[in-house]
């Protein structure tokens, strides 16, 4: 069962889920970016920071197989409490831990926080929605990912790498995130254990639902590495290709208000097969317009929102089939698959790149024609 938030709180509650969703893209986008250079500038090879980061996913991992149990004991607001203040103390220990090899279980334990915040955001908003608006507050809350996503670099580009103060800004964030999770005012929602355990089990439910979160996460993570590359490589300056990866993000926000409206209008699953062609016949044209800087501005805006749009509907599509305790294992089990793409994305776009000077307009293209025809034959989710 979940409990219903009184009418008073419901826009402070929504503020907190925002706040917790925002830490979860900056966590990760922050930390991805500085952990690896910060190990770089000690001296370890690249296949130690690959497997640096691999810990963060094997967090994730051990996570999504707990986490539902977890909050039917201890409870989504003390769980959210618990992650946030773990990734700012664990910010806060890569630049004070002198030995590197620390910095391992210190990555794995960020994923840890970083599951927990991705998939209980997301639990929350849903409980907080009714099926007339569960569009429109999953656009609120992707567009929020997406701003926290973008928040990272940015960061990173103001205040630079160097010493601690870059985890530290990222710890102090988090701890004020949870100022909004902590309110007294905030009713944070109920949830029974879930039925079952095994998150093959919440695969074989929601084949098209997780599809689109690896969908999503590859393509974003693919965006932020290689966009700007891929730019340069054809031509443009380092400053006009960087603002390629803006406009991206900016669709990525602005445009999943409109699509969260359509999703309360219209047939879900006829929506998500729009914006997956949409986003198919983007990626294809990407080539055409690279040669005419405004074109692919407009192109990248609009192709940053399809794409993560998918994600939106589909994470609507699960909150209105499944409830409680369900609920909660299928969205852990995304946060596995997310971690999953933003890991195999960057690999498959930088092998295509390559192999063709339009290699990550192929990659994309053919990653969201393949969800495509998954949506058109996959029923079950929709």
């Known amino acids: 069962m979940t409990a219903i938030a009184p009418a008073s709180s419901n826009l402070l509650s929504r503020g907190a889920v925002i706040a917790t969703a925002m830490m979860f893209g900056l966590t990760y986008s922050l930390s991805a970016a500085l952990i690896a250079l910060d190990l770089a500038e000690r001296?370890?090879?690249?296949?130690?920071?690959?497997?640096?980061?691999?810990?963060?996913?094997?967090?994730?991992?051990?996570?999504?197989?707990?986490?539902?149990r977890m909050v039917a004991a201890f409870g989504v607001r003390k769980l959210i409490l618990a992650a946030l203040a773990l990734a700012a103390v664990t910010l806060m220990g890569?630049?004070?831990?002198?030995?590197?090899?620390?910095w391992f279980p210190l990555r794995f334990v960020l994923g840890v926080a970083s599951e927990t915040l991705f998939v209980l955001s997301e639990t929350w908003i849903n409980s907080l929605?009714?099926?007339?608006?569960?569009?429109?507050?999953?656009?609120?809350?992707?567009?929020?990912?997406?701003?926290?996503?973008?928040?990272?670099?940015?960061?990173?580009?103001?205040?630079g790498t160097a010493g601690a103060l870059p985890y530290a800004v990222g710890a102090g964030l988090a701890l004020f995130s949870a100022l909004f999770v902590a309110s007294p005012k905030v009713v944070a929602p109920v949830f029974d254990a879930p039925s079952h355990s095994s998150p093959i089990h919440y695969m074989r439910l929601a084949p098209l639902a997780l599809s689109a979160t690896l969908l999503n996460a590859a393509l974003e993570a693919a965006g932020l590495s290689f966009l700007a590359i891929y730019a340069v490589n054809v031509g443009w300056s380092e400053g006009d290709a960087t603002r390629l990866i803006t406009c991206m993000m900016v669709g990525a926000i602005?445009?999943?208000?409109?699509?969260?409206?359509?999703?309360?209008?219209?047939?879900?699953?006829?929506?998500?097969?729009?914006?997956?062609?949409?986003?198919?016949?983007?990626?294809?044209?990407?080539?055409?317009?690279?040669?005419?800087?405004?074109?692919?501005?407009?192109?990248?805006?609009?192709?940053?929102?399809?794409f993560v749009g998918v994600a939106t509907i589909m994470l609507t599509v699960v909150g209105s089939r499944f409830k409680g305790g369900e609920l909660v294992?299928?969205?852990?089990?995304?946060?596995?698959?997310?971690?999953?793409?933003?890991?195999?994305?960057?690999?498959?776009?930088?092998?295509?790149?390559?192999?063709?000077?339009?290699?990550?307009?192929?990659?994309?293209?053919?990653?969201?024609?393949?969800?495509?025809?998954?949506?058109?034959?996959?029923?079950?989710?929709?």
Not at 94 to 102: D, K, S, Y
Not at 131 to 157: D, H, K, N, Q
Not at 279 to 292: E, K, N, R, S, V
């Open 43 to 68: 001296g370890l090879s690249e296949a130690a920071i690959g497997a640096n980061a691999a810990m963060h996913a094997i967090g994730i991992l051990a996570t999504a197989m707990v986490l539902p």
């Open 329 to 382: 294992g299928i969205y852990a089990v995304m946060g596995l698959v997310w971690g999953g793409g933003a890991l195999v994305g960057p690999l498959a776009a930088g092998l295509a790149m390559q192999t063709f000077l339009h290699g990550l307009a192929y990659f994309a293209a053919i990653a969201c024609g393949a969800f495509a025809l998954a949506a058109l034959f996959l029923k079950r989710d929709t």
């Open 254 to 306: 602005l445009l999943q208000l409109p699509i969260g409206w359509l999703g309360d209008k219209m047939d879900r699953r006829k929506l998500v097969i729009i914006l997956a062609l949409i986003a198919t016949a983007g990626a294809l044209i990407w080539p055409l317009t690279m040669g005419h800087e405004w074109a692919a501005y407009a192109l990248l805006f609009v192709w940053g929102g399809s």
């Open 94 to 102: 890569f630049p004070l831990m002198p030995l590197v090899w620390l």
């Open 129 to 159: 929605s009714t099926e007339e608006t569960r569009a429109r507050a999953m656009a609120t809350y992707t567009a929020a990912l997406s701003v926290g996503f973008a928040l990272g670099p940015l960061i990173l580009s103001v205040i």
